[in-house]
């Protein structure tokens, strides 16, 4: 895409889920990078184009019927085989018959070429491997690209690694980068372990494996470092390792290796298995498992040699693989298309129809608090434009995103109605089904720790939307039931939490299937009032001490005790203002009344957008207004809620005791310290250190918005990852 923009050739990128990831990955960065720039520009299944050439890339995206059928009208059809059609042992990896066969359902093609009562469909191999692997003849209207579309990288991506600075054998890190599939390590415990040795001094660094992942190989050598897949960008990675090593499993058929290719682009040596010779030719070096140790010793050795290999596979890629090849690569096909794009077909778009608006349905359930509806605000007021968030929640502070100018329905839950849960489950359904057929979201994010059966079954009805569970880490054991949830959703997100040291709960089991993101906030720190600016909304003077206090609604775990010692304490501080923030939520006993002229009690959403007008903060332990006081540099004494049904906030606020960003009073611990507690608070020495901590923190993009560009990528996606049929 980038070399097409270098062209001067104006591209469209239309997302689609294919059925070999499962996981929720999200769009890879240098694709998002080059949507942001303007480099290429984003297709809605619902707009009708026409292009002198549609690509598609990789086969197994065409195993079932694109779903919904894209409006595009091809001069030239192209589809780049990136896998063998069967692999080493001969396992079929996909049907050339039925991928044509939903390449014709799905596109318009151009003008007839005279090979078929309709346009031909051609094949572009991306190795010699791939072509062999054809069966002839090709199914009816196929054609076969003369050349094989081999691996292209831009060579700026991929910067030589410095030289290695002395030739010693005894100390070398080896280096192997792959998908966490486990075809592509070998069969055996006994060659693994010989293709990447470790005497001393020797060690590994596998990007895109764990031990699960090699669990049948028993226990791993201590000198193996197993990174996750993308846990490091990958030229980063591959300046990291003197050498690199590759061998697969016999049943596994390698297509190409780009991965390899990338390694020779950065100048580290590679050492194959002999079956890569064809595609790599001189520019690597060949072995057995049990021949790789004496070879990397000698290559250790002599610096002429690691020079010259190094060398080699530069000069390969430059000559073979560069980028600036894609011009002659396409020039050709994109002629053709333009003459199959007839008089009676419509000329391809010189600039693209704005994307149309697509629904987004944020759906969440009541909980104690307000967080999570507080969470999905945080990311509706970042999506991008085109995309219309609507809400519908079961939470009474529904009002906040009514207030917010948001599209709200309330749904009750069961216990709003005092319903039993097996009466409300199939009633909730229908409502929530019929919500989605009046609306139909692209995409429904749910937010809720508990998965009730009436969401589930009403989106596996509706089953058009992509859906997505945004559900925080900190689990109590008691929400162990809900885990199974996450195979009835098409992707988890789990927003960051900072004190995830203490995390013991049931979500870690799951930690791999999910899509991490930072922490996050409703508000960033940086877009906050200034101290004057919040203190002139407030009404409150300048030279006043001001400490804010918002302990919850306390619906679940009663705080009255402590809030009234607390509130003597400090109202009876002389020059110190209390500022009681009273939560949306709150049901239980009458509204509290002002205990002193120093005592004020208000309303006040989003919170947080104020806090540089507080000195300090005495605030209940929730995600969001954890993040946001501990991001923000707020000096706050925490005071969890330690309900059976709630996250693990108390380890969120010792974690930030343990850790001196903040302090922590526990309702039934630590009413005793009270008021020593809130002289360290107020304490002008203690609160400074508690800000350079917090300052120090690393600082990270802000979560929402990360799920915000997840959401609209998948608001415009065509779905083949699934058979296509009626559902029930």
């Not at 780049?80 to 066969?101: E, K, M």
């Not at 960008?233 to 390792?241: D, F, I, K, R």
């Not at 679940?556 to 009876?572: E, F, I, M, T, V």
């Given at each position: 895409m980038a070399e097409a923009a270098r062209m001067g050739l104006r591209t469209g990128l239309l997302m689609l889920r294919g059925p070999i990831i499962r996981h929720p990955f999200p769009v890879h960065p240098q694709i998002r990078r080059l949507l942001e720039d303007g480099a290429v520009e984003r297709i809605d299944p619902d707009q009708a184009l026409s292009a002198r050439l549609v690509l598609v890339?990789?086969?197994?995206?065409?195993?079932?019927?694109?779903?919904?059928?894209?409006?595009?009208?091809?001069?030239?059809?192209?589809?780049?085989?990136?896998?063998?059609?069967?692999?080493?042992?001969?396992?079929?990896?996909?049907?050339?018959?039925?991928?044509?066969?939903?390449?014709r359902m799905g596109f318009d093609l151009g003008a007839d070429t005279g090979a078929d009562t309709r346009s031909a469909i051609w094949l572009a191999p991306v190795s010699a491997v791939v072509r062999h692997g054809l069966s002839a003849p090709l199914p009816q209207g196929a054609q076969l690209l003369p050349d094989d579309w081999t691996n292209l990288i831009d060579l700026a991506d991929w910067p030589p690694r410095p030289p290695r600075q002395s030739a010693q054998a005894d100390r070398l890190v080896l280096g192997r980068h792959a998908r966490p599939d486990r075809k592509k390590w070998p069969d055996t415990a006994a060659e693994a372990f010989a293709a990447w040795p470790t005497p001393p001094g020797w060690r590994l660094r596998a990007l895109g494996?764990?031990?699960?992942?090699?669990?049948?190989?028993?226990?791993?050598?201590?000198?193996?470092?197993?990174?996750?897949?993308?846990?490091?960008?990958?030229?980063?990675?591959?300046?990291?390792?003197?050498?690199?090593?590759?061998?697969?499993?016999?049943?596994?058929?390698?297509?190409?290796?780009?991965?390899?290719?990338?390694?020779?682009?950065?100048?580290?040596?590679?050492?194959?298995?002999?079956?890569?010779?064809?595609?790599?030719?001189?520019?690597?070096?060949?072995?057995?498992?049990?021949?790789?140790?004496?070879?990397?010793?000698?290559?250790?050795?002599?610096?002429?040699?690691?020079?010259?290999?190094?060398?080699?596979?530069?000069?390969?890629?430059?000559?073979?693989?560069?980028?600036?090849?894609f011009a002659a690569r396409i020039t050709p096909l994109l002629d053709a298309g333009a003459n199959a794009l007839t008089a009676d077909t419509p000329a391809p778009h010189i600039s693209l129809p704005p994307l149309p608006d697509a629904k987004v349905l944020f759906l969440s359930s009541n909980g104690?608090?307000?967080?999570?509806?507080?969470?999905?605000?945080?990311?509706?007021?970042?999506?991008?434009?085109?995309?219309?968030?609507?809400?519908?929640?079961?939470?009474?502070?529904?009002?906040?995103?009514?207030?917010?100018?948001?599209?709200?329905?309330?749904?009750?839950?069961?216990?709003?109605?005092?319903?039993?849960?097996?009466?409300?489950?199939?009633?909730?359904?229908?409502?929530?089904?019929?919500?989605?057929?009046?609306?139909?979201?692209?995409?429904?994010?749910?937010?809720?720790?508990?998965?009730?059966?009436?969401?589930?079954?009403?989106?596996?009805?509706?089953?058009?939307?992509?859906?997505?569970?945004?559900?925080?880490?900190?689990?109590?054991?008691?929400?162990?039931?809900?885990?199974?949830?996450?195979?009835?959703?098409?992707?988890?997100?789990?927003?960051?939490?900072?004190?995830?040291?203490?995390?013991?709960?049931?979500?870690?089991?799951?930690?791999?299937?999910?899509?991490?993101?930072?922490?996050?906030?409703?508000?960033?720190?940086?877009?906050?009032?200034?101290?004057?600016?919040?203190?002139?909304?407030?009404?409150?003077?300048?030279?006043?001490?001001?400490?804010?206090?918002?302990?919850?609604?306390?619906?679940?775990?009663?705080?009255?005790?402590?809030?009234?010692?607390?509130?003597?304490?400090?109202?009876?501080?002389?020059?110190?203002?209390?500022?009681?923030?009273?939560?949306?939520?709150?049901?239980?006993?009458?509204?509290?009344?002002?205990?002193?002229?120093?005592?004020?009690?208000?309303?006040?959403?989003?919170?947080?957008?104020?806090s540089r007008g507080f000195d300090a903060m005495v605030s209940a332990a929730g995600y969001n207004a954890f993040h946001e006081l501990v991001l923000g540099g707020v000096p706050t004494l925490f005071v969890p809620n330690e309900g059976p049904e709630m996250d693990m906030q108390v380890n969120r606020a010792i974690w930030a005791d343990l850790a001196g960003l903040a302090l922590i009073c526990r309702r039934d611990r630590h009413q005793p310290q009270l008021s020593q507690l809130l002289d360290r608070l107020l304490s002008p020495v203690e609160a400074a250190a508690m800000r350079r901590r917090m300052a120090a923190l690393p600082r990270t993009p802000n979560g929402a918005q990360v799920i915000a560009d997840y959401v609209e990528d998948h608001a415009r996606l065509i779905r083949a990852d699934r058979p296509a049929g009626l559902q029930a």
């Open positions: 890339h990789h086969p197994s995206v065409l195993e079932h019927p694109l779903a919904p059928r894209p409006r595009i009208l091809a001069g030239q059809l192209i589809i780049v085989l990136h896998h063998p059609a069967r692999d080493a042992a001969g396992a079929v990896q996909y049907d050339l018959s039925t991928v044509l066969r939903h390449a494996a764990d031990a699960e992942l090699l669990a049948d190989y028993g226990p791993l050598p201590a000198a193996w470092d197993l990174l996750p897949f993308n846990a490091e960008p990958v030229a980063e990675y591959l300046h990291s390792v003197d050498v690199w090593v590759y061998f697969h499993s016999q049943a596994w058929s390698e297509a190409f290796g780009r991965a390899t290719l990338e390694t020779m682009a950065c100048g580290v040596p590679v050492v194959l298995a002999p079956l890569f010779r064809p595609l790599f030719g001189e520019a690597a070096l060949y072995c057995t498992p049990a021949e790789v140790e004496p070879l990397l010793r000698r290559l250790a050795q002599d610096p002429v040699f690691w020079a010259e290999r190094a060398a080699a596979g530069r000069r390969f890629a430059e000559t073979t693989h560069a980028a600036g090849l104690i608090g307000m967080g999570h509806l507080v969470q999905q605000m945080a990311i509706a007021e970042r999506l991008a434009p085109g995309l219309v968030p609507v809400f519908a929640t079961m939470s009474y502070a529904a009002q906040l995103t009514r207030k917010a100018g948001l599209a709200t329905e309330f749904l009750p839950g069961h216990r709003n109605g005092g319903l039993d849960p097996s009466d409300w489950n199939p009633q909730f359904a229908e409502h929530l089904l019929e919500l989605l057929i009046r609306l139909r979201p692209r995409v429904v994010m749910y937010d809720a720790t508990a998965v009730f059966e009436g969401v589930i079954a009403a989106l596996h009805s509706y089953a058009e939307a992509f859906t997505v569970w945004v559900r925080r880490p900190m689990w109590q054991e008691c929400h162990r039931v809900f885990l199974p949830a996450l195979w009835e959703f098409d992707a988890v997100i789990e927003p960051g939490e900072l004190a995830e040291a203490l995390d013991t709960g049931p979500t870690l089991e799951q930690r791999n299937m999910v899509l991490p993101v930072p922490p996050v906030l409703h508000v960033d720190p940086g877009a906050r009032l200034t101290s004057a600016a919040a203190r002139r909304a407030l009404d409150l003077p300048e030279a006043a001490t001001v400490v804010a206090v918002q302990l919850g609604g306390g619906n679940n775990y009663p705080l009255g005790d402590l809030r009234s010692r607390l509130l003597a304490d400090l109202l009876a501080r002389p020059g110190l203002i209390v500022l009681e923030i009273t939560a949306p939520i709150a049901v239980t006993g009458p509204a509290p009344q002002p205990l002193a002229e120093n005592h004020r009690i208000l309303p006040l959403f989003p919170l947080f957008r104020y």
